[in-house]
C-alpha cells in the first residue's frame, strides 16, 4: 500500500526529464555545451527515482508480483478529474480520473526505461558532438523519455494514448533531425519521418475509436476498473458482445502500427533516418514497446477471438522481419527487422494469453537491443558512417568493447541459454507450445510454427550481421581505420552488455507455463540456436562469404525479401496515390461545381436584369404597348381568380 | 362656412403662399430668387405647424364630404411637406445647372404640386380623388421638363405627361364606372355599398374591372409594374430634386390615397361587419373577394419586386438606379397592401414613410456627390469616398437602410413588412421580399465598392469647389432620423391608429 | 335604349383612345387619343346619372370638371410639345429615345 | 454601473471607435493605441469576472439587465451572460487584441481600419451578450459592414471579389435568420399571451410548439424554423457546401482580419446554433440529427481532402478551418439520439458531445489564429504563399519553428495540446448516437494529418531555397502575438478544465432545454 512520500517520487520519474526538456527549450541555446548534461543528469535522477522505486517493490518479497500501487484503486485523492474538475458534476467523460500506477510489471520496466534513456543520453553526448541541432536534439531526447514514463506510469488507457501520441510527435521530430541540419539537410530523413508519423497514426486513430467504444460500454478506462467491469459484463450476458470484440481489434490496431507489426511495419525501417542513438530510443525503450505495453495492460478486455488474431499476427510479422533481416546489407536495416521480429513475439505472446511474458521479454529485449543499436553507432560513428555489411568487416581487434558488448546481446537475442534473451523467448515459445497442446485448430497451431520457424532465423541473422561487421578482413577504408570509442560512448555499451546477460533476474513476475510445454519450448529453442548459429559459423565464418552472396545463394526468394516482398511499393500505389487524386478532383468539384454554382446564380440574376432592361428601348409608345399587355394579362388573372 | 374654412387652414396657407409667389413673378421678373426659395420654405413650415393642428384636432368632414380631414390625412400631408421642402431645398443648392437653381416657377409648380397631394389624399369622394391626382400630376409634368435647353428634360416632360395622362384618364374611366356602381355617387362610403351589393348579388365582375382600372392611376404614381416604364427616364431626364420629390413626395400621398381607397371600399373585407347577423353574408362574400383580389394584388407585388431589383442590377447612372430599386420598394409596398388586412395597410404605411426617410437621404447625397464628380455616373465616382467622407458615409447608411440592414429604420420597416406577411399568411411573399434584400444589397453595395475599395484617381478636379454646408447639415439631420426610426414605434404607432380610424369610418 | 348601350359606346371610345394614343405617330394625335379616354369617361358618368333619377347632378358637374381638366392638361402637354419640337425638331415619339438603357 | 454592467462592457468598443473617429487621421499611433487598450481593457475585465463575480457553479444568466426598447413589438435591451458567452467573449477579446497588435504599426487609412475593427469587436461582444433575439440579429448585422471594408479596403488584389462574395453570402444567410425571427416571434403571441423576443422564454415556449406547430407547404413548421435557422448559421459557421466565402475571404483579407474571421467570426455561427438554433425548434432537430450529423463529417473530410490539394498556405488553413468546424456539427449532432452502449451513463455522452462541440469553438478559434498568424509571418517575408516556393524555414528561423510546431500539431489535434480533448470528447459522445459517422471521421483525422504534414514538411523541413536563405526569425511583435496563443494552446491542452470548467453548468443547462422525449 502507498507509502506518503511514494507518488511524489513515482511524479518525479517523468516530470525531470519534462523539465529538463522546458529548460532545454527556453535557455538551452545558451548554456554551455548546448545544455546537453541537463537531459542527460534530469534521466540519471529519474533513473536513480526508479531504481529506488523497484528496490522498494522488490523489498515487497513474494508479494513483488501482484502488489498495485495505484491511486484509482487505493483513492487516496492523488487522481484527479481531468475534463471537468469541479465535483459536482459527474456526467461523462467529464468525471474521467487521471491517476498514477504502479505494479509489479511497472516497477522493471519503468528502471530499465529510465536507464536506456539515460545511456542513450550519455551516448548521444558523444556521438552527436558537434552537431548542428545539438540543443534541439537533446530536447526532444528528453521529451521522448518523458513521454514514455509518464505512459508507464499512467493508470487509465487514454492517459497512456495521450502520452503514446506525444511519442509519436518526438519519433517525427527526432527522425527528421536531419532534415533540419544546418549545413547539410537531408530530404529524405524528412519523407521518413512523415511516413513515421502517419503510417502510426492509421493504428493511433483506430485506438482511438476503440477507447470511445470501451468508455461508452464501461464508462471507464481504467486498468483496475476495466479489469472488473469486463468479466462481470461477460457473465451478465453469457460470451463477449461485439462492440467489445470491435474495440478490441482497434486497440489491437493501435498497437500494430505503433509495434511496427505487418502490415504496418513499413515505417519502422526507414526511421532509421534518424541519428543512431534516436534508433536505439526507438527500438529498445520507447516508441515500439508501447504498442506491446498497450495489449499487455488491455488483456481485459480483449475478446478471445482478438486474440487469436493477435498471436497470428505477431507470430507470422516475427517469421516475416525475420526472413527479411536476413537479406538486408545495411547494418541498422538488419537490425530494424530484427526489432521488428522480435515485437512480433511480443505481441503473439499478449495473443496466446501472457501478457507478462511479453512485457518480460519487452524488458529483455529493451536491453540487449539498445546495446546492439548502441554498439551499431558506435562502428558506424566508428567508421565514419560507413553501414553497408559488406564493407565492414574486421572489427573486433579494432572495437574491442564494441566488440564484446556486441556480442553478448547477440547472444542474448539469438537466445542462447542463460542469457536473458533465452529466458523471455523461451517463455513465450512455452506458451505457443502450450496452445498448441490445448488444440484449438489453426489459431493454436500457426503461432507455434511461425514462431518456431523464425527462432533459428533469428539465430541466423543476427549472427550473419555480427560475424559479417567484426570477424574475417576490413572490406573498406573506413573499416581499416576505425577506431575504439570514447567513454561517454562505450561505457553504455559495456553496461547494456552485463544487462544483456543478467537482465532476465531482475524480472519479479516470472511466466509459469505448463512443464512439458516448457521442456518442449526449452528444446525447441535449444534446437533452433544450434541451427541458425551453425548456419551463421559455417557459412559466413569459415566459408568466408560476404554479403552480396548470400542473396545469390538464396536466391529468388531472397529477391522477394530485399525488395520487402513489395509491401511499400503497394501502399504507394493504393493509400498515397488515390488520396492525392481524389484531393485533385475533390478541390476542382469545390471550385468548379460548389462555388461554381454560387457565381452561376449571380451571373443568372445580372442577365436576367439585362433581358428586362432591353424592354426599357425608350420608345414611349413601346411603353405603352407593353402596358396596355401587362394591363390585359393583369385583368384575365383577375377574372380567372375572381370568378 | 368660416369654421369649414378654419378647418382647411394647411390648404389655404399653401395657396396664399403660391398666390404670393406668382405675384412676386409677375412684379419682380427676375428669373432667379433666394429670398422666394426661402419664403416657399417658410410657408411650408407654416403649413407643416397647421398640420401638426391638424392630426390632434381629430376627424373632420369638410364641404359635405369632399374633404376627408383626419390623422391619416395629416400624416400623409406632412410627409409630402416635407417632401416639397426637401426638393425646394435642393433645387436651392443647385451650384451645376445655375439657369435652374431657385427659379421662381419651379418653386411655384413644387407647392401648387404639393396642394394637389394634399387633396388627394384628404378626401374620400373619388372626383376630388381624381382632382388631386391631376393637380399633382400636372404640376409634375410641367417640373419634369424645368430644364429649358436642355434634350432630356423635354423628352422626360414628354413621357411623363403621355404615360400620365394616359394611366391617369384609363384611372378616371374606373372612377366613372364606380360611379355608377355607388349608385351615382363619387362619395366612397356609398360606393363601398355598392361594392357589397354587387358582391352579394355575386358580381365580382363588376367590382373587381372598375377597381383594375381605379388602380391603374395609383400603380402609375406608384410607378408599380405593369405602369412602371417612366420612371428610369424621367428620373434620369430631370434634375435630383425633382426625381426625389416624385420618388418620395408623390409617391407618398398616392399611397396614402391608395389605403384610403382601400381601408373605406373594402372596408367590409377588412374587418367584417360585426353583430348584425344578417349581414353575415355580406361578410363572407366580401371576404371571399378580398382574398382573390388579394392574390391578384400580391402577383403584381412579386412581379414589381422582383423587375425592379433584378433590373437595377448591373445599373451604372445613379438615379436610374435609384428609379428601379424604388420599383422594387413600391412592390414591397404592395405586398403588404395585397394582404387586404387592417395590419397590412398600416405596414404599408409604416414602410413607406420609413423607405422616404431613407429615400431622401440618399437622393440628397447621391446631389451632393454627383455635384462634386460632375456626373451621375457611377465609373465616374471612382474613390470618391475618401475625398467627400460625409456624403459617402451618409449614402452608405443611407443604402445600408434602403437594403434593411440595422442599425437603420429600414431594418425595422422591412421587420414590420415580414411580420405582416408571415402573419397575413403569405410566407412565400415574405421569403421572396428576405431574399430580394440580398439583390438589392448587390447593387447598392456596388455603388459603395466604387466609393471605397478604389483609390480616387489622382487626376480628379471636382465640378464644383465650394462647400456645401446647408447639405451636410441636411444629411446630418437625415442620417440621425434613419438610427433614430430603428425604434419604428414612433412612425408604427401612429399611423396604425389613423389607418384603424379610417376602416372604422 | 337602355345604359348597356352608352356603356359600350363609351367603351368602344376608350379602347379607341388606347389604341390612338399607343398607334399614332404624331404627338397631337396621341394628345387626341387621350382626350378621347376622358370623353369615354364622361360618357358614363352623364350616363350613369341618367338612370339613377333623384340622385343630384353629381355626373353632369363630374363632367364638366373633367373636360375642365381635361383643358388645363392639354395646356400643359401642348406646352411640353412645343418645348419638345424646339428641342428635337420633330414631335414623332419614335424620335425621342435619347433617355433609355 | 453595477446592474448595467454589460451595458457599459458593450458600449465601451463603440466608444472607442468614436473617440478614434475624432483622432486627426494622420496620428496613427494614437488609433492603434486607443484599439490597443480598448481590447487589452475588454480582455482584463473578462478575466476579472472569472476570478470574482462570476459564478461558473451556476448554469443561468448572470449580470442580467433588460430595460424596454421598442415597446410597440416587446423589443428589450436585455443582455445577460452565461458560461458560454464568457469563454467565447473571453476568445473574441484575445483575438481581437493579438489583431490590433499583429496589424503592422503603419497602414495607410489606420483611422478608419482600427474604428472598423472596434465596431466588429462590439458586434461581436453584442452576439454574445444579446438575450433578446432581435438585440441579437441587430448586433448580428452589425459585424457585416465592418468586416466588408476591413476586407474590401486593405485586403489583397482579389480584395473586391471576396468582400462582396463575402457580404452577400453573409446577408443571405441572415434574412433566412430574419424570417425564422419573425415566424417564432409571432409564433409566441399566437397564443393570445404577448408575443415576446426574449430568447429564453422562447426556449421555454418551443418545447410546446413542436406538438401542435401545423404544417407549412407539407413541411412541419418547426422543421421550417429549425431550416432557417440552421441555414442561416451554416453559412456562417461555414458548412458544406455553404463554405465557398470562406477561402476566398480568408486569402484575401489582411493576415489581422484572417485572425478574428477563423478566430470569432466562425464562431459566431456556432454560438447561434447552440443558443438558438436548435433550442427553438428542439423536436425538428431531433429528427434532423441524422443531417446536421452527416454535414459534419461531410465538412470534417470534405474539407481535409479538399485542404490536402492547395498549394495555397492560406487557401489550405481555410479549408482546415473548414474541416475543424465539422467536428462542431458532429458534437451537436451526437446530443440527439442515443441507440447503444452507453444506456447506464445516459447524460454521459450528451454532455461530452455537446462540451467537445462547445471546446472545439474555443481551441479551433486559438490553432486556427495561430495558424493565419504562421501564414502571415510567412507572407511578410516571401509575398508569397505558394507552398511550393519555400522550405527548410525551420533550420534558419529556430523560434518560428517551435511556434510552428505548436501550431501545427495544436490543429492536427495533438495530445497536450489544445486541438486534442474536443476532438476527442466530440468523438466519445458522439459514438453512442452515430457509430458510423464517427467511424468516417476517424478517416477525416487521417487526412488531417497527412495535409498537416505535408504543409510543415514543405515550409518547415528539408533544404532552403536560394531565395528564402535571407528570411529573418521571429521579431518582436510576432513574437508577442504568437506565444499568447501556443501558452493558451498548452494550457488548454493540459488542462482543458480552465475552460471545461465554466461551461459544464451552462452546457447542462442548454442540454435540458432538448427534451429527453423527443430523443429517438
Same mark, same amino acid.
Given at each position: 500500500m502507498p507509502t506518503a512520500d511514494f507518488f511524489p517520487l513515482l511524479l518525479a520519474v517523468p516530470l525531470l526529464p519534462l523539465g529538463a526538456w522546458l529548460l532545454q527549450v527556453l535557455v538551452g541555446r545558451s548554456l554551455p555545451r548546448g545544455g546537453d548534461w541537463l537531459p542527460t543528469g534530469a534521466m540519471l535522477g529519474a533513473f536513480g527515482v526508479a531504481v529506488l522505486l523497484y528496490l522498494r517493490a522488490q523489498g515487497l518479497g513474494d508479494e513483488a508480483e501482484h502488489f498495485v500501487w495505484s491511486t484509482g484503486a487505493t483513492g487516496g485523492g492523488h487522481g484527479w478529474k481531468w475534463f471537468v474538475s469541479s465535483e459536482g458534476l459527474d456526467a461523462g467523460l467529464a468525471a474521467f480520473r487521471a491517476g498514477l500506477w504502479y505494479d509489479g510489471l511497472t516497477a522493471p520496466l519503468l528502471a530499465m526505461v529510465a536507464g536506456v534513456s539515460f545511456l $542513450?543520453?550519455?551516448?548521444?553526448?558523444?556521438?552527436?558532438?558537434?552537431?548542428?541541432?545539438? @540543443?534541439?536534439?537533446?530536447?526532444?531526447?528528453?521529451?521522448?523519455?518523458?513521454?514514455?514514463?509518464?505512459?508507464?506510469?499512467?493508470?487509465?488507457? &487514454?492517459? $497512456?494514448?495521450?502520452?503514446?501520441?506525444?511519442?509519436?510527435?518526438?519519433?517525427?521530430?527526432?527522425?527528421?533531425?536531419?532534415?533540419?541540419?544546418?549545413?547539410?539537410?537531408?530530404? +529524405?530523413?524528412?519523407?521518413?519521418?512523415?511516413?513515421?508519423?502517419? @503510417?502510426? +497514426?492509421?493504428?493511433?486513430?483506430?485506438?482511438?475509436?476503440?477507447?470511445?467504444?470501451?468508455?461508452n460500454g464501461f464508462g471507464t478506462l481504467q486498468f483496475h476498473e476495466l479489469a472488473v467491469a469486463v468479466p462481470n459484463l461477460i457473465e451478465g450476458q453469457q460470451g463477449w458482445p461485439s462492440w467489445l470484440e470491435t474495440a478490441g481489434v482497434l486497440i489491437f490496431l493501435g498497437a500494430v502500427g505503433k509495434s511496427a507489426q505487418f502490415p504496418l511495419h513499413v515505417w519502422l525501417p526507414d526511421a532509421m533516418e534518424g541519428p543512431t542513438p534516436v534508433s536505439a530510443m526507438i527500438h529498445a525503450a520507447t516508441m515500439v514497446a508501447a504498442g506491446v505495453y498497450l495489449v499487455a495492460r488491455a488483456?481485459?478486455? &480483449?475478446?478471445?477471438?482478438?486474440?487469436?488474431?493477435?498471436?497470428? $499476427?505477431?507470430?507470422? @510479422?516475427?517469421?516475416?522481419?525475420? @526472413?527479411?533481416a536476413l537479406t538486408q546489407d545495411d547494418l541498422k536495416k538488419v537490425l530494424a527487422y530484427s526489432t521488428i521480429s522480435q515485437l512480433g513475439y511480443m505481441i503473439s505472446a499478449v495473443g496466446l494469453g501472457s501478457p507478462d511474458g511479453a512485457l518480460f521479454h519487452v524488458f529483455t529485449h529493451g536491453l540487449f537491443k539498445a546495446g546492439l543499436f548502441l554498439g551499431a553507432g558506435a562502428v558506424i560513428h566508428a567508421c565514419h558512417h560507413e553501414q553497408n555489411l559488406s564493407r565492414l568487416g574486421g572489427l573486433r581487434k579494432r572495437m574491442p568493447v564494441t566488440y564484446a558488448s556486441m556480442l553478448l546481446c547477440t547472444a542474448a537475442i539469438a537466445g542462447v541459454p542463460f542469457l536473458s534473451g533465452f529466458y523471455s523467448k523461451d517463455a513465450i515459445l512455452a506458451f505457443a507450445a502450450e496452445g498448441w497442446e490445448a488444440g484449438a485448430g489453426m489459431a493454436a497451431t500457426l503461432p507455434l510454427v511461425l514462431l518456431g520457424l523464425a527462432a533459428p532465423l533469428t539465430a541466423l541473422y543476427m549472427f550473419r550481421m555480427f560475424l559479417l561487421a567484426f570477424s574475417g578482413?576490413? +572490406?573498406?577504408?573506413?573499416?581499416?581505420?576505425?577506431?575504439?570509442?570514447?567513454?561517454?560512448?562505450? =561505457?553504455? &555499451?559495456?553496461? =547494456?552488455?552485463?544487462?544483456?546477460?543478467?537482465?532476465?533476474? &531482475?524480472?519479479?513476475?516470472?511466466?509459469?507455463?505448463?512443464?512439458?510445454?516448457h521442456h518442449l519450448a526449452t528444446i525447441l529453442a535449444s534446437v533452433s540456436l544450434v541451427l541458425g548459429l551453425g548456419a551463421a559459423l559455417l557459412y559466413f565464418q569459415f566459408r568466408k562469404r560476404d554479403a552480396g552472396r548470400t542473396a545469390a545463394a538464396l536466391g529468388p526468394f531472397a529477391r522477394a525479401a530485399r525488395g520487402l516482398y513489395g509491401v511499400d511499393g503497394f501502399y504507394h500505389a493504393v493509400t498515397v496515390m488515390p488520396v492525392r487524386v481524389v484531393a485533385r478532383l475533390a478541390s476542382s468539384f469545390d471550385r468548379r461545381v460548389v462555388d461554381g454554382i454560387v457565381h452561376g446564380l449571380g451571373g443568372f440574376a445580372v442577365q436576367l436584369g439585362l433581358r428586362l432592361r432591353r424592354l426599357q428601348s425608350g420608345h414611349i409608345q413601346r411603353y405603352l404597348y407593353l402596358t396596355y399587355a401587362g394591363l390585359l394579362a393583369l385583368t384575365l388573372f383577375a377574372l380567372w381568380r375572381v370568378s | 362656412m368660416s369654421e369649414q374654412l378654419v378647418l382647411i387652414l394647411p390648404e389655404l396657407a399653401l395657396t396664399g403662399g403660391l398666390c404670393l409667389l406668382l405675384l412676386v413673378d409677375l412684379v419682380f421678373p427676375r428669373r432667379r430668387s433666394w429670398e422666394t426659395g426661402i419664403f416657399a420654405l417658410g410657408v411650408l413650415g407654416v403649413v407643416a405647424y397647421l398640420l401638426l393642428q391638424r392630426y390632434h384636432a381629430g376627424p373632420h368632414d369638410a364641404f359635405g364630404g369632399l374633404l376627408r380631414l383626419d390623422r391619416f390625412a395629416a400624416i400623409f400631408q406632412l410627409a409630402i411637406t416635407g417632401a416639397a421642402g426637401f426638393a425646394l431645398f435642393l433645387n436651392l443648392q443647385q451650384f451645376r445647372f445655375p439657369q435652374d437653381r431657385g427659379r421662381i416657377e419651379t418653386q411655384f409648380l413644387f407647392l401648387c404640386a404639393t396642394l394637389g397631394g394634399f387633396v388627394l389624399v384628404g378626401t374620400q369622394h373619388l372626383m376630388m380623388l381624381y382632382l388631386g391626382l391631376e393637380m399633382l400630376g400636372l404640376c409634375s409634368y410641367a417640373l419634369a421638363d424645368v430644364h429649358k435647353r436642355d434634350r432630356a428634360g423635354a423628352e422626360a416632360g414628354m413621357k411623363y405627361v403621355v404615360y400620365g395622362a394616359l394611366s391617369s384618364g384609363v384611372m378616371l374611366y374606373g372612377i366613372s364606372l364606380l360611379f355608377g356602381l355607388g349608385g351615382a355617387s363619387f362619395a366612397m362610403p356609398d360606393v363601398a355599398l355598392g361594392i357589397n351589393q354587387a358582391l352579394l348579388e355575386g358580381e365580382g365582375v363588376r367590382v373587381l374591372l372598375p377597381t383594375l382600372l381605379l388602380l391603374a392611376g395609383f400603380l402609375f404614381k406608384l410607378a408599380l409594374v405593369p405602369f412602371h416604364w417612366w420612371a428610369p427616364d424621367v428620373y434620369q431626364g430631370t434634375t435630383t430634386a425633382i426625381a426625389g420629390y416624385l420618388a418620395v413626395g408623390s409617391k407618398l400621398v398616392a399611397l396614402g390615397a391608395l389605403l384610403r381607397c382601400f381601408?373605406?371600399?373594402?372596408?367590409?373585407?377588412?374587418?367584417?361587419?360585426?353583430?348584425?347577423?344578417?349581414?353575415?353574408?355580406?361578410?363572407t362574400a366580401a371576404s371571399e373577394f378580398g382574398a382573390s383580389f388579394g392574390m391578384v394584388l400580391a402577383v403584381l407585388a412579386a412581379v414589381s419586386m422582383l423587375w425592379g431589383n433584378l433590373a437595377?442590377?448591373?445599373?451604372?447612372?445613379?438615379?436610374?438606379?435609384?428609379?428601379?430599386?424604388?420599383?422594387?420598394h413600391a412592390g414591397y409596398l404592395l405586398a403588404a397592401v395585397s394582404l387586404m388586412s387592417a395590419d397590412g395597410l398600416a405596414a404599408a404605411g409604416t414602410y413607406a414613410l420609413v423607405y422616404a426617410v431613407a429615400s431622401l437621404g440618399a437622393f440628397a447625397a447621391v446631389f451632393g456627390i454627383a455635384m462634386r464628380a460632375g456626373s451621375e455616373d457611377l465609373r465616374d465616382w471612382t474613390g470618391l469616398g475618401w475625398k467627400y467622407p460625409l456624403a459617402s458615409g451618409a449614402l452608405v447608411l443611407f443604402f445600408a437602410s434602403l437594403t434593411g440592414l440595422p442599425p437603420t429604420a429600414g431594418f425595422a420597416g422591412k421587420w414590420r413588412l415580414l411580420a405582416s406577411l408571415w402573419a397575413g399568411g403569405q410566407p412565400l411573399l415574405a421569403l421572396l421580399l428576405a431574399l430580394l434584400s440580398v439583390v438589392s444589397l448587390f447593387y447598392y453595395f456596388r455603388v459603395i465598392k466604387q466609393l471605397y475599395l478604389e483609390r480616387p484617381a489622382e487626376d480628379f478636379r471636382p465640378a464644383i469647389e465650394r462647400p456645401l454646408p446647408w447639405l451636410a447639415a441636411f444629411l446630418l439631420v437625415v442620417g440621425a432620423a434613419t438610427l433614430a426610426l430603428l425604434n419604428l414605434g414612433w412612425v408604427d404607432t401612429p399611423i396604425a391608429a389613423a389607418t384603424a380610424d379610417l376602416i372604422r369610418g | 335604349m337602355g345604359l348597356e348601350a352608352y356603356l359600350f359606346v363609351?367603351?368602344?371610345?376608350?379602347?379607341?383612345?388606347?389604341?390612338?394614343?399607343?398607334?399614332?405617330?404624331?404627338?397631337?394625335?396621341?394628345?387626341?387619343?387621350?382626350?378621347?379616354?376622358?370623353?369615354?369617361?364622361?360618357?358614363?358618368?352623364?350616363?350613369?346619372?341618367?338612370?339613377?333619377?333623384?340622385a343630384g347632378l353629381d355626373g353632369q358637374i363630374g363632367a364638366i370638371f373633367v373636360i375642365i381638366l381635361a383643358a388645363a392638361e392639354a395646356a400643359i402637354a401642348l406646352a411640353i410639345v412645343l418645348n419638345v419640337y424646339s428641342r428635337f425638331g420633330s414631335i414623332r415619339p419614335d424620335d425621342m429615345h435619347t433617355l433609355r438603357d | 454601473m453595477g446592474e448595467h454592467l454589460l451595458s457599459v462592457f458593450v458600449a465601451l468598443p463603440f466608444v472607442a471607435a468614436l473617440l478614434i473617429a475624432l483622432i486627426p487621421r494622420t496620428s496613427q499611433a494614437a488609433h492603434r493605441f486607443v484599439a490597443g487598450t480598448t481590447t487589452a481593457a475588454a480582455f482584463a475585465f473578462l478575466i476579472g469576472l472569472v476570478f470574482g463575480g462570476f459564478d461558473p457553479s451556476q448554469g443561468g444568466l448572470q449580470f442580467a439587465e433588460s430595460t424596454s426598447w421598442i415597446p410597440r413589438f416587446q423589443v428589450n435591451w436585455a443582455l445577460g451572460m452565461d458560461g458560454l458567452a464568457l469563454v467565447l467573449l473571453l476568445l473574441s477579446a484575445l483575438i481581437h487584441f493579438l489583431a490590433v497588435i499583429a496589424t503592422k504599426p503603419r497602414i495607410d487609412g489606420s483611422k478608419g481600419y482600427y474604428a472598423l475593427l472596434l465596431l466588429l469587436f462590439g458586434g461581436v461582444n453584442g452576439v454574445f451578450l444579446a438575450t433578446d433575439l432581435f438585440l441579437f440579429y441587430v448586433f448580428w448585422e452589425l459585424m457585416l459592414i465592418p468586416m466588408y471594408f476591413l476586407i474590401g479596403i486593405w485586403g489583397g488584389e482579389q480584395r473586391k471579389r471576396a468582400a462582396t462574395k463575402f457580404i452577400l453570402y453573409t446577408l443571405f444567410g441572415s434574412v433566412l435568420m430574419l424570417v425564422a425571427v419573425v415566424a417564432v416571434y409571432l409564433r409566441s403571441g399566437a397564443d393570445g399571451v404577448l408575443p415576446t423576443f426574449d430568447i429564453f422564454a422562447l426556449q421555454a415556449q418551443a418545447a410546446g410548439w413542436a406538438i401542435e406547430g401545423g404544417t407549412l407547404f407539407g413541411l412541419e413548421w418547426s422543421t421550417w424554423i429549425f431550416a432557417l435557422f440552421f441555414l442561416a448559421f451554416a453559412v456562417k459557421i461555414p458548412v458544406v457546401p455553404f463554405h465557398t466565402w470562406l477561402p476566398d475571404a480568408h486569402v484575401q483579407a489582411p493576415t489581422p482580419i484572417s485572425v478574428i474571421l477563423a478566430g470569432v467570426l466562425l464562431k459566431l455561427g456556432a454560438y447561434g446554433m447552440l443558443r438558438i438554433g436548435f433550442p427553438l425548434a428542439p423536436d425538428a432537430f431531433a429528427e434532423l440529427a441524422w443531417l446536421v450529423a452527416t454535414l459534419g463529417v461531410i465538412n470534417i473530410v #470534405?474539407?481535409?481532402? %479538399?485542404? *490536402?490539394?492547395?498549394?495555397?498556405?492560406?487557401?489550405?488553413?481555410? #479549408?482546415?478551418?473548414?474541416?475543424?468546424?465539422?467536428f462542431f456539427l458532429l458534437?451537436?449532432?451526437?446530443?440527439?439520439?442515443?441507440?447503444?452502449?452507453?444506456?447506464?451513463?445516459?447524460?454521459?455522452?450528451?454532455?461530452?458531445?455537446?462540451?467537445?462541440?462547445?471546446?472545439?469553438?474555443?481551441?479551433?478559434?486559438? !490553432?486556427?489564429?495561430?495558424?493565419?498568424?504562421? %501564414?502571415?509571418?510567412?507572407?511578410?517575408?516571401?509575398?508569397?504563399?505558394? *507552398?511550393?516556393?519555400?522550405?527548410?524555414?525551420?533550420?534558419?528561423?529556430?523560434?518560428?519553428?517551435? %511556434?510552428?510546431? %505548436?501550431?501545427?500539431?495544436? !490543429?492536427?489535434?495533438?495530445?497536450?495540446?489544445?486541438?486534442?480533448?474536443?476532438?476527442?470528447?466530440?468523438l466519445f459522445g458522439a459514438w453512442p448516437s452515430w457509430p458510423l459517422h464517427v467511424g468516417l471521421t476517424a478517416f477525416g483525422l487521417m487526412l488531417t494529418a497527412i495535409y498537416l504534414l505535408q504543409a510543415y514538411r514543405s515550409v518547415l523541413l528539408g533544404p532552403t531555397p536560394r531565395d528564402c536563405k535571407g528570411y529573418a526569425d521571429l521579431d518582436r511583435r510576432e513574437m508577442a502575438v504568437t506565444l499568447p496563443l501556443v501558452v493558451a494552446s498548452v494550457a488548454l491542452g493540459v488542462a482543458p478544465f480552465l475552460v471545461l470548467d465554466l461551461l459544464a453548468s451552462c452546457l447542462q443547462t442548454i442540454l435540458r432545454t432538448l427534451p429527453p422525449e423527443v430523443l429517438p
Open positions: $542513450v543520453h550519455l551516448f548521444s553526448t558523444g556521438y552527436m558532438r558537434g552537431n548542428s541541432r545539438y @540543443t534541439a536534439y537533446f530536447a526532444g531526447l528528453a521529451l521522448f523519455s518523458f513521454a514514455m514514463l509518464a505512459m508507464l506510469v499512467s493508470d487509465n488507457l &487514454l492517459f $497512456v494514448f495521450m502520452f503514446w501520441e506525444v511519442m509519436g510527435l518526438c519519433s517525427f521530430l527526432l527522425i527528421g533531425h536531419d532534415s533540419l541540419d544546418r549545413q547539410k539537410p537531408r530530404p +529524405r530523413a524528412a519523407a521518413a519521418a512523415v511516413k513515421a508519423f502517419l @503510417t502510426t +497514426r492509421v493504428g493511433d486513430v483506430a485506438l482511438l475509436l476503440g477507447l470511445a467504444i470501451l468508455w488483456f481485459p478486455v &480483449l475478446a478471445p477471438g482478438v486474440l487469436a488474431i493477435i498471436a497470428v $499476427v505477431g507470430a507470422f @510479422t516475427a517469421f516475416f522481419a525475420a @526472413t527479411i578482413e576490413p +572490406r573498406s577504408d573506413h573499416a581499416r581505420d576505425a577506431k575504439e570509442v570514447p567513454l561517454p560512448m562505450s =561505457l553504455p &555499451l559495456v553496461l =547494456l552488455g552485463l544487462g544483456a546477460v543478467f537482465g532476465a533476474m &531482475l524480472w519479479f513476475a516470472k511466466p509459469h507455463p505448463s512443464e512439458d510445454a | 381601408a373605406i371600399l373594402f372596408a367590409t373585407t377588412l374587418h367584417g361587419i360585426e353583430g348584425d347577423p344578417a349581414l353575415l353574408a355580406v361578410t437595377a442590377l448591373g445599373q451604372t447612372h445613379l438615379r436610374r438606379l435609384l428609379a428601379y430599386s424604388s420599383i422594387g | 363609351s367603351l368602344l371610345l376608350f379602347l379607341l383612345g388606347l389604341i390612338m394614343a399607343a398607334a399614332r405617330r404624331s404627338l397631337i394625335y396621341v394628345l387626341i387619343g387621350l382626350e378621347l379616354i376622358l370623353n369615354a369617361a364622361n360618357l358614363n358618368l352623364v350616363a350613369f346619372q341618367r338612370f339613377h333619377p333623384g | #470534405y474539407g481535409a481532402w %479538399v485542404a *490536402l490539394a492547395q498549394t495555397d498556405f492560406k487557401r489550405l488553413v481555410a #479549408y482546415s478551418s473548414v474541416s475543424h468546424m465539422g458534437g451537436i449532432a451526437g446530443v440527439a439520439g442515443l441507440t447503444q452502449g452507453a444506456a447506464h451513463l445516459d447524460a454521459g455522452p450528451r454532455f461530452n458531445s455537446i462540451a467537445g462541440a462547445s471546446l472545439q469553438l474555443v481551441t479551433h478559434g486559438i !490553432s486556427a489564429a495561430l495558424m493565419f498568424l504562421l %501564414v502571415g509571418v510567412v507572407y511578410d517575408r516571401a509575398h508569397s504563399r505558394d *507552398l511550393n516556393r519555400f522550405g527548410g524555414l525551420g533550420r534558419i528561423m529556430p523560434k518560428f519553428f517551435v %511556434v510552428a510546431t %505548436v501550431g501545427f500539431f495544436s !490543429s492536427l489535434g495533438l495530445p497536450l495540446l489544445a486541438g486534442f480533448v474536443p476532438e476527442a470528447l466530440t
